[in-house]
Every structure is written in C-alpha cells, then in structure tokens.
C-alpha cells in the first residue's frame, strides 16, 4: 500500500503529539491504523457536489457584480419611504431646535449583523447633524456598542469637518437588563423630547414600549430590525418601517458605496436563481415523479 505524503505528515504529527502530550501508545497505534485504512477512501463525497456548484456560482456572481462595470449602471435600488425620510426626520430635528434620538435595540450585540447594519446608517445620520448643529443621543446597553457608537459618531462628525460638535456623553451605556434598558430609553425620551427616534437594530420585548413612548411625544420614528415578531409592533407604532433586508440595504442606499451595492445585485441575482430553481424543480417533479436530480 502506497502512503500518501499527507498521510506521512499526519502520522509524523501524530507522533509529535505523543511526545508532547505523552498518550498511551496504545492510543497512538489506534489512531494510525485508522489513518492507514482511510489511505484509499474517496477524497470527494459527490453527495455535496451541488453544494460546491451553488458555492462556485455564487462566488462569480459577486465578482460579476462588484468588478464589472458596467453591471453597476443597469441595476438600480428601488425607492425606499423609510430611508427617504432620514434627511426629513433630521431637517424636521434641526427645525424644531429638538435633539434625534438613535438606538440599536437591546437583542444583539456588536457581532450581530443588525447591528453592524445601524453603525453604516448611525455614520451618515450623524455626519448629517454635524451639518446642521443637531444634538444626537445614543442609549445603548451594551459597552463594547458605545464604544464603536463613539468611535463611529466621532469620526462622522471630523469626516464633516465639525469635530468641535461631537459630545462623547451624548453616547451612553444605560443598562444591561432588557427591561431596565427600556426604562432609561423611555426616560431620555420623556424628558428630551427628540422630534426624531431612529430604532434601528435588534429588538425584543422592549420595542413596542419605546415606540408607543416616541408615538406618545408626536416624534417622527424611523424603526428596521430583521425580527419578524417585533416587526409587527413597528409597524404599527412608527412612520416608517425598514422590514427585513431594507435595513441591510440601507448603509448602499445612502452612502451610494459601490461595493455594499455591489452585494446587494448579487444577492438580488442569487435570489431570482434560486427561485427559478425551485420552479423548474417543481415542474420536473409534477411530470417525473422518479427523479430526483433536484434533491440535495
């Protein structure tokens, strides 16, 4: 039996674990025997082949889409009310001599994609009170939130050329408990008044307290969070709600960015793919019920 040059590697790293971990050589001899009687196996399980088809098409459609020119001029993002209104939400602020309250929810953390979602969006809505001279407070419950909320703010606000402006106490951690979170929120709401609310994030339980609150002051509320539960309260309470992936779309839609644009047409691409898939996965099925080239 020839023995591959991986397979020498991974018994000589066997043995260089033995020495350092000290094993039973009982235990070793076991672990080699299994390496020799796989020698021969397939490398490749054909079962996962469409897998690697689905993978290597949606690889080509992101680099279609991100270093093709001019693939970017025949895709357009459609008219989105929620993030047409920003500009009016934050002129509305100014006018009203009322600070714009934005928080993320209290769901996720900074790894959720939520959240990276609202940091892209909290940018321009604060590059654009840097402009105007517009108080900006952000509650948040978790720490490692205010930090980057911080760090984000601050640079919007030097990217506009009114670093003077950016008030770092205006970014605050209030509470890591869902309800005590809620509280605070309802509080800063109560007494500043903001003539805007941006709820944009991860939220639970605690959205529909804070946008009856905002609805309660005559606030404009802008709100998006990918749970489909909350969403119902949203719609409800807010003026406008970004459902689903409107929110992800969101830091392309108002930075123009070509890249995240870029993503959004493949995944709009992949999307239409997919469901042509299941169409004609379905046609076949009706007429051949034996086949089964579609099931993976």
């Known amino acids: 039996m020839n023995i591959s040059d991986a397979t020498e590697r991974s018994i000589k790293n066997l043995f260089v674990a ?33 897998v690697l088809v689905s993978a290597v098409i949606a690889f080509a459609i992101v680099f279609y889409t991100t270093y093709h020119r001019k693939s ?5 993002m459609r008219q989105i009310p929620g ?11 100014t006018e009203m001599a009322r600070p714009i309250l934005f928080t993320p929810g209290w769901g996720g953390d900074i790894q959720r994609p ?13 590059q654009t009170t840097a402009v105007y001279d517009c108080q900006l407070v952000y509650p948040t419950h978790d720490p490692v939130i205010m930090s980057v909320a911080q ?10 050329g009114y670093s003077e402006r950016f008030r ?3 970014i605050q951690y209030v509470s890591s408990s869902q309800f005590g979170y809620a509280a605070a929120v309802d509080g800063l709401i109560s007494r500043l008044q903001p003539a805007s609310i941006f709820l944009l994030g991860t939220f639970e339980a605690e959205s529909l307290i804070l946008a009856e609150t905002g609805n309660s002051i005559g606030a404009i509320q802008i709100a998006g969070t990918d749970s489909t539960i909350q ?9 406008y709600t ?12 108002l930075s123009k960015d070509e890249s995240i644009l870029a993503s959004v047409r493949s995944q709009d691409i992949m999307k239409v793919l997919i469901a042509a898939f299941l169409v004609a996965a379905t046609i076949w099925a009706t007429i051949d019920s034996n086949s089964t080239w579609w099931v993976f």
């Open 83 to 93: 993030l047409k209104a920003v500009e009016e939400a934050i002129g509305r602020a």
């Open 151 to 160: 760090e984000v703010v601050a640079e919007s606000y030097a990217r506009a």
């Open 114 to 126: 939520t959240t990276i979602a609202s940091m892209n969006i909290l940018s321009h809505v604060a």
């Open 231 to 239: 969403l119902s309260f949203f719609i409800v309470a807010c003026d």
């Open 168 to 170: 770092e106490d205006n």
């Open 242 to 253: 970004l459902i689903g992936e409107e929110l992800f779309a969101a830091s392309g839609y």
């Open 18 to 50: 033995h020495r350092c971990l000290s094993c039973d050589i009982q235990e070793m001899s076991f672990l080699i025997i299994l390496i020799l009687s796989g020698v021969e196996a397939d490398w490749f399980d054909m079962t996962r082949f469409p």
């Open 72 to 76: 970017r001029g025949k895709h357009k």
